[in-house]
């Protein structure tokens, strides 16, 4: 018959490879997800500044119709009078 110490010996040191299978394995994924995070982050930020800048230039588009749309009325006025 086999040694007891000897079968448990051999069962913890299987059940410590499988470990360090698994966490090496967690590991990878681990930094695969930490990869994804960071892209989406930035995806984030990019979408983020864009949004502004095109808030800033629809501001700005505003401004100029409203802009136009007086010098329409005072030319309207001018010409309803001649």
């Not at 410590?16 to 930490?34: N, P, R």
């Amino acid at each position: 018959m086999a040694d007891p110490a000897l079968i448990a010996e051999g069962a913890i040191n299987t059940s410590a490879d499988i470990a360090t299978e698994l966490a090496i394995k967690l590991g990878s994924i681990g930094k695969w997800l930490q990869a994804i995070g960071i892209i989406v982050v930035l995806w984030m930020v990019i979408q983020i500044i864009n949004w502004i800048l095109s808030r800033k230039k629809i501001k700005r588009l505003d401004h100029i119709e409203e802009r136009m749309e007086k010098i329409e009325k005072k030319l309207d006025k001018v010409l309803k009078k001649h």
